[in-house]
């Protein structure tokens, strides 16, 4: 294994490889360490291309030490976006379809490798706080893996995906309060279970790991290139800096030349407090109470928000918010123009690259890659009443009538 410690993003004091996410001197949160990994990167670049078509080809930079996982995850396509960059005035324009994991969305990313190490670390259950894509993840990697689940949710979110959920097997705790209540709740449990692995709480330094992957997969499908501008959500900022982070670890490790692309980071308005700092020129996020359709975006208190600001300015970016009505019409334009169907955080992502297109920040010669990180079928309410269904008797006659046809002279 690469890693060799646990160490705090803000004090530098190292930890060993255990379930710890707190610093005992100073509280900041805690990530993963690594050496360089061995060989040169042309040896490096071949075990990569010799691994399998999962994640765990890159298990040269991830924290575990036996890559396993019994519900294959990652290596989604990149897709060729021609129409929608046309429609944008994008000269190249990639839609990362995380949307093809086992339980369509990124989270079965992070939630591979937080289960591998739990399992390394002798953990029994699985538990998580989620805002849904991940209760996802979580029942059915445990279910997978043969270990009882638990999975501690708002009691306000989309049916979709608590039914989900539920049919893997997981033990739904629907709770009556906010994200931020689950979340707190969950690291209580936490302190006092100790064969407990939530794997956003206790293993979070392994669970975010993984959304690095994201960015391997999109230098390498890219042909071991890097793209110029990424577009990516917002919840916990946790994905948006461990991009950043994953395409910096292939520049160090030599696998691509260039630098970390400009990351332009997407809030729903209704939830947006990382924005907010951001366009006020703060460094601190402030809470605040979310209400909006974008559910899985939806954290008040986002831990990784100050390092999320960060990043954005360090790289040119920014971080932008989006209506409710905005989010529904990124949704209708990713699926009219690249037939990827995305559930609300993806139409987050979109209206944020369409709001960047129209102001001007995009470059004439840039290639840019947008995440879009689940699933439309779990949030259908979203799309509800958005198109007409023609409803017809049984009959030729009634189907003319409806629909004109005029034969085109050969
Ligand atoms: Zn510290």
């Known amino acids: ?52 078509h999962t994640l765990w080809r890159y298990a040269d930079f991830l924290p575990v030490q036996h890559a396993r996982s019994a519900l294959p995850t990652g290596w989604t396509p990149l897709v060729k976006a021609d129409r929608l960059a046309r429609e944008l005035g994008i ?14 969305s990124f989270k079965d990313r992070v939630v591979s490798i937080a289960l591998a190490r739990a399992q390394e670390l002798g953990f029994d259950t699985l538990a998580c706080a989620s805002t849904g894509n991940l209760a996802n993840a979580v029942a059915a990697h445990a279910a997978a893996a043969g270990l009882p689940a638990y999975v501690l949710i708002p009691n306000d979110l989309e049916e979709q995906k608590v039914l989900a ?9 629907a709770v009556r309060g906010t994200y931020d209540d689950v979340n707190r709740l969950c690291t209580e449990v936490s302190g006092e279970r100790p064969n407990w692995a939530f ?31 990424v577009v990516g959500p917002i919840a916990s900022g946790s994905q948006f800096t461990k991009l950043a982070r ?30 907010t700092a951001f366009a006020e020129g703060h460094d601190i996020v402030r809470p605040v109470k979310p209400d909006t359709i974008a559910k899985s975006l939806a954290i008040g208190n986002p831990a990784d928000g100050p390092y999320a600001i960060e990043l954005a300015r360090r790289t040119g970016g920014a971080i932008d918010s989006v209506t409710d ?13 690249t ?23 995009i470059g004439g010669d840039e290639r840019v890659v947008a995440m879009v990180t689940g ?16 409803e017809i008797p049984a009959s030729l006659d009634a189907f003319d009538e409806r629909f004109a046809y005029e034969e085109v002279a050969a």
């Open 91 to 104: 000269r190249e324009l990639y839609i990362k379809n995380e949307t093809a994991n086992p339980t369509h």
């Open 339 to 361: 037939g990827i169907f995305t559930e609300t955080a993806g139409g987050v992502t979109i209206a944020t690259l369409k709001k960047l297109a129209e102001r001007g920040d």
């Open 246 to 275: 994953g395409f910096q670890e292939f520049i160090d490790a030599g696998l691509v030349s260039g630098e970390v692309p400009v990351m332009n980071g997407a809030q729903a308005l209704g939830c947006s407090p990382v924005a």
């Open 199 to 229: 794997v956003n709480v206790n293993l979070r330094p392994y669970y975010a790991e993984g959304s690095k992957t994201l960015a391997f997969e999109t230098v390498e499908q890219l042909g071991w290139e890097l793209p110029d501008r």
């Open 375 to 390: 699933d439309g079928l779990k949030t259908l309410d979203a799309v509800r009443g958005s198109f007409e269904v023609a």
């Open 325 to 337: 009505d905005e989010i529904r019409a990124g949704i209708s334009l990713l699926a009219k123009t």
């Open 165 to 173: 959920t539920g049919t893997y097997g997981a033990q739904i705790v």
């Open 1 to 52: 294994m690469p890693a060799d410690a646990l160490k705090c993003k803000e004090c530098s004091t190292t930890y060993p490889l255990e379930a710890r996410f707190v610093c005992e001197r100073c509280f900041g949160p805690l990530e993963v360490a690594y050496t360089r990994p061995e060989g040169t990167a042309d040896e490096l670049r071949r075990r990569i291309q010799a691994g399998p």
